[in-house]
């Protein structure tokens, strides 16, 4: 069973959005649109970071070894 808390939320403008995923028929209350926004949102953020973490590997960052040596 998971936990639910009740929270009050200011959409501003996307409460149009969120009113119009409603009427689409899809979503059953706002809660579910709520809680589908923020699974995509999860996900959308672990693309990004596996997409970091890729060119970072990529990245061929210098080392102390390659650093100039300084004059004598």
Known sequence: ???TKTVTVDL???AQTLEERMASGKYA????V???ALQALDREDAMLEELVE???EEVDLPTAADAP???A
């Open 12 to 14: 501003g403008e996307e």
């Open 34 to 36: 709520v809680q589908e």
């Open 54 to 56: 890729e060119n970072l």
């Open 69 to 71: 040596k300084p004059a």
């Open 29 to 32: 209350s706002p809660s579910e």
């Open 1 to 3: 069973m998971s936990d």
